[in-house]
């Protein structure tokens, strides 16, 4: 693919002046921006602009002549290098296309209302005002914004000065530090806040609509404040900012953004209604505020070159928001979280042939956004980082932390940058070693065997479905059990003595980013030790999880399962229990042809599940712990599962008796489930009523979750049809609703067929956004016989020259393929060890 230039290159901001005016009801804006920087160029000068109207243009006081070109590029006809003042006036639209400039709709004692944001990462900056809108391109700015009266005026920095005038109102903002262009951002409309300070004085609020609980904010501005102190001590550099806003919007196409000063949440990712926000959400509201956060210095502070080193900023943030909540609620234990999250993501989507590396080119502007593949540049990255920091140890991997931030606050980095300061903070040569883990894809999967005293090891790449043959081979942290095994594993065999009968155990802490295939005398130790409880909670979830890998490489054969999951029985642990279920699920795929092995699957959920069941039953006991009261939903899930009709009869009769904001938030999603699932079309009716009119970000997510479970075809059909109608369904919750549909049993093959339908109203409404190509990887993630492949491909393949779903369909091509080969390898002997129980 032909690459483009950088327009850095020829022209380099120092300031902007801009002065912004939102017309909201008549969704326009108009501006005026001063440019101070420096030209480079004897051509012409060029700036970033795309979908605005450039009404003036002048240069140094002198009016000049101007062009659009292509890649979204303005060239003034300007060719005289050095300092230069550019003076722009211009226009625009706010759409609703949650990038850019766009407003967020609400209602507030049934009046409908709306807020006034910005998402301009990863480069949406260009779409409000002209600029050089790369990361590398940092300037200071100054903004203005005239609005309408009686609103909330949010910027990056503090109010320098707010007055009325005949215009409208008139908010000055301080001076920015120097920041990208990505980063500025401002919100508008009327909020409530929650306020404090740090013990540093730094102002910290959380903000929200008046359809929002006021103690929504709480939770959310008590984590808040103690991540930026615990960040403060870290990193050894204080907060950079003298605020630091958290704001909930209703519409928002991803989870947050990290805008300087001024983080922008969904609303379910931020406020916790301490009446209806389950454990779960309030964990991972934490992680988000400890992510955003993070960025503040990741990012913010120091801030990549360009977007192929996006993971500077997204693994780093992935990694600390769990360093914080671990440091903030130990009692959490959530580096478990860690291993039944990022681990698993990391580990499924990155033994796909073709998937991109951590570190990847970008040669077009649409590539960008493809960048944020969750399972990659947040999840493995994440997870290669967490390698480093046991690799270098705790306290060198700190220590480099905070030179790094001394040598390069408010500039820009590479990652040779961050590895070289975390070398000099060890002594240890980690530079070329992480170069390779970052630039390639894939990941190893370590053959240990056993000959009398020896154990053998050896690497190659891992992969699930169809590849490519490869030689590929990394610097293993092997972090075995014994001293006897080498620190580091560099070539592709390994060898050491080991004489003893305990079980052992590669990778300990499941810290690095490989698997391990035991042999058969080396596994049955391990199985003999989940039965004696002789294995920590951390070492018997991923012995399961990575159990379910093989099985899906096709290295054990999936009926194998299901005995290792029998010998889970007696297991207490709820993170290890998330791992049996998904582990059930896998075998899910198998039986759906035939009702008698299905039936037996079920019964089995339902057996190994009932001790916990009868001891936990439907009512939270006083005094539980948290993580019982956690592992009650998980148990609760696989009963239902398996059909018993008593646990079926007494979710409805929890539906029927209590209002849906009254259930108990770990349960509501399965109650839900069960009458929709079980229920007749008034059920759906009612709950998709309750989905239109609920404020309540929960309660909405427990809604989709639950009637998406529904098996009457035409109500299927209608909540497809209702996905389009941004009256019920919020276009950033879209892909939520179309992936639970398209995993349903009796849903997906109508999902399917919607996607094909409306791949026209697809494109129009999601084509520029990080979203877009959710809808061909959600797709391949649901799909699982070879007419459905051959479909896939034959709709798919002609959208792979579009640069922002072209990896994408590449991926799902495989993954299907690699799905379907392992139902039609594996499914005989799932279904006749099952039929065996």
């Excluded at 939102?22 to 108009?30: D, G, K, T, V």
């Amino acid at each position: 693919m032909q690459a483009f230039s950088h327009l850095l290159d020829s022209f380099v901001p120092e300031h902007y002046d801009l002065s912004l005016t939102l017309e909201r009801e008549a969704r326009a804006f108009h501006g005026t921006i001063s440019i101070k920087g420096f030209q480079k160029s004897d051509d012409y000068l060029p700036l970033h602009t795309k979908d605005l109207t450039i009404t003036s243009a002048a240069v140094d006081g002198n009016s000049v002549e101007y062009e659009h070109s292509d890649n979204d590029e303005l060239r003034l006809a300007h060719t005289v290098p050095g300092a230069h003042i550019i003076v722009l006036q211009f226009e625009g639209k706010i759409t609703d296309a949650m990038h850019g400039l766009y407003p967020c709709y609400f209602e507030v004692d049934g009046i409908k209302k709306e807020l006034l944001a910005t998402q301009f990462e990863s480069h949406h900056a260009r779409e409000v005002f002209p600029c050089i809108d790369e990361p590398a391109a940092k300037a200071t700015f100054d903004l203005t914004l005239t609005t309408e009266e009686g609103v909330e005026v949010l910027g990056n920095m503090p109010v320098d000065w707010q007055r009325s005038e005949p215009e409208g109102l008139v908010t000055k903002f301080e001076t920015s530090p120097r920041m990208s262009s990505y980063l500025l951002a401002f919100v508008v409309g009327e909020m409530q806040k929650k306020t404090a300070q740090t013990k540093d004085g730094v102002e910290v609020n959380v903000w929200a609509t008046h359809a929002q609980p006021a103690s929504a904010l709480d939770f959310p501005l008590d984590i808040a404040v103690r991540s930026i102190e615990f960040y403060n001590d870290y990193f050894g550099t204080p907060y950079p900012l003298p605020k630091a806003d958290h704001v909930a919007l209703p519409d928002f196409s991803s989870g947050a953004m990290e805008n300087w000063g001024l983080i922008t949440y969904r609303e379910m990712a931020l406020l916790a209604d301490p009446a209806t926000t389950s454990i779960s959400s309030r964990q991972y509201i934490a992680t988000v505020i400890a992510h955003e956060l993070a960025h503040q210095w990741f990012g913010n502070l120091v801030t990549m070159k360009w977007w192929n080193d996006l993971w500077l900023n997204e693994s780093f943030a992935t990694l600390m928001e769990y360093i914080a909540v671990d440091a903030l609620h130990p009692e959490w234990n959530i580096w478990l979280d860690f291993a039944t999250n990022e681990t698993i993501s990391a580990l499924r989507r990155d033994a796909l042939d073709g998937v991109q590396a951590v570190q990847v080119d970008v040669n077009h502007p649409d590539e960008i956004s493809t960048l944020f593949d969750p399972s990659i540049v947040y999840a493995k990255g994440a997870r290669l980082l967490r390698m480093v920091q046991h690799y270098v140890g705790h306290e060198a991997f700190q220590r480099g932390l905070a030179q790094y931030f001394r040598d390069y606050a408010y500039d820009n980095t590479v990652g040779d940058n961050l590895w070289q300061a975390l070398a000099d903070a060890s002594g240890k040569d980690i530079v070329d070693m992480m170069n390779i883990w970052a630039s390639q894809s894939g990941y190893p999967v370590v053959e240990a065997g056993i000959n009398a005293d020896s154990i053998t090891l050896t690497q190659s790449q891992f992969f699930i479905g169809a590849h490519e043959q490869s030689d590929k081979l990394w610097p293993i942290p092997l972090g075995a059990s014994t001293e006897a095994a080498p620190a580091l594993m560099t070539e592709q065999t390994a060898s050491f003595d080991y004489q003893s009968d305990a079980p052992l155990q590669l990778n300990v802490g499941d810290s690095a980013h490989f698997i391990t295939h035991y042999d058969d005398v080396l596994f049955t130790r391990l199985i003999d030790a989940v039965k004696l409880g002789q294995l920590d909670t951390l070492a018997k979830v991923q012995l399961l999880d990575e159990a379910t890998l093989l099985a899906r490489g096709g290295i054990l054969s999936s009926e194998q399962l299901i005995p290792l999951i029998d010998a889970y029985r007696a297991e207490t642990s709820e993170p290890v229990w998330n791992i049996i279920a998904l582990a059930l699920g896998e075998l899910k795929k198998f039986v759906q042809e035939d009702e008698a092995a299905e039936q037996k699957l079920r019964a089995f959920a339902k057996d190994i599940a009932a001790p916990l069941y009868a001891e936990l039953g439907w009512n939270a006991k006083t005094g539980e712990s948290e993580e019982h009261t956690k592992l009650r939903g998980t148990i609760l899930g696989l009963t239902l599962y398996g059909e018993d009709e008593a646990a079926i009869a007494t979710a409805k009769e929890l539906y029927t008796s209590t209002k849906l904001e009254a259930l108990d938030p770990e349960l509501r999603p399965l109650i839900i489930s069960s009458v929709a699932r079980y229920g007749d079309e008034d059920v759906v009716d009612t709950l998709l009523e309750r989905y239109r009119t609920s404020q309540s970000a929960e309660l909405k997510q427990d809604i989709c979750v639950g009637i998406t479970s529904t098996r009457i075809p035409e109500k299927i059909d209608e909540l497809l049809a209702r996905i389009k109608d941004p009256t019920t369904v919020k276009p950033q919750d879209v892909a939520r609703w179309f992936v639970y549909l398209i995993r349903g049993r009796e849903s997906r093959a109508v999902a399917w067929q919607w996607v094909q339908n409306n791949w026209d109203w697809i494109e129009q409404t999601f084509g520029g956004d990080k979203s877009y190509d959710d809808y061909p990887r959600y797709s391949a993630g649901g799909l699982m016989t070879r007419e459905q492949l051959d479909e896939y491909t034959a709709f798919f393949a002609p959208k792979q020259n579009i640069p922002a779903l072209t990896r994408a369909i590449q991926l799902g091509i495989g993954e299907i393929t690699g799905r379907v080969e392992l139902i039609e390898r594996d499914q005989p002997a799932v279904i006749a060890a099952l039929k065996d129980l």
